[in-house]
Each structure stands twice: as C-alpha cells, then as structure tokens.
Nanobody, 122 residues
Framework: VQLQASGGGLVQAGGSLRLSCAAS????????MGWFRRAPGKEREFVAA????????YNADSVKGRFTISRDMGKNTVYLQMNSLKPEDTAVYFC????????????????WGQGTLVTVSS
C-alpha cells in the first residue's frame, strides 16, 4: 500500500485545514488508517485513527472536539478535518495504514505516507 498525504499549509490560530491521505496499491484489503504527527523536538504522537469500516473512530484527547477523521472507501482516501487550530498543533502530519483493527500505537502501522507540514501561527 502506498500513501500520499496532502493538504498541509500555514493557517492562523482558530482556522481550519483538511488533510487528505490517498491510498493506492493493495487497497482491497481491510486496512485501518491513522494520523500521527511530529512536532519540532518532540516524539511522534497519535492524533486519530479509523477502522476499515469507518465505524471505529479514535481520537487523542488533545484533538477531541476539534479534529475529525473520516474515510471515503470509493476514493480510497482518509481525511483529517482540523478545526479551531492552535499553535501547538504545528507539526508534520503523517498518515499510516495497517491491516486489521485500528491502534493508537504508531509501531503497529506498517505503511506510512511522506508527511505534510501544518503550521499554525498565533
């Protein structure tokens, strides 16, 4: 599976962005998808994950109520709608995929996109 993330950019605090992650290759398999981020000088952290069916959705406490993960099976694409952005959301955002159930631990994901930079100015 190949993943291509896009949608990052520069936005003011309080603004919104929508990230996309397009999957190609063996997308007929049951893949859970996740979004992770790495801020400057910090460890990679979990943001959100969604099951193959779209029923199971998991969010980090830091983004609950502000970020929404969703997927379009017909387009093999996962989205991360980010609202009410804060400067501390500044990071490189990565999408990832794994067969089976969704996990919060990035070490459980075997496929990764290249990352897209989100910068939130105060």
């Amino acid at each position: 599976v190949q993943l291509q993330a896009s949608g990052g950019g520069l936005v003011q605090a309080g603004g919104s962005l929508r990230l996309s992650c397009a999957a190609s290759g063996r997308t007929s398999s049951n893949y859970a998808m996740g979004w992770f981020r790495r801020a400057p000088g910090k460890e990679r952290e979990f943001v959100a994950a969604i099951s193959w069916s779209g029923v199971g959705i998991y969010n980090a406490d830091s983004v609950k109520g502000r970020f929404t993960i969703s997927r379009d099976m017909g387009k093999n694409t996962v989205y991360l709608q980010m609202n009410s952005l804060k400067p501390e959301d500044t990071a490189v955002y990565f999408c990832a995929a794994r067969m089976g159930v969704a996990y919060r631990d990035p070490d459980n994901y075997g496929y990764w996109g290249q990352g897209t930079l989100v910068t939130v100015s105060s």
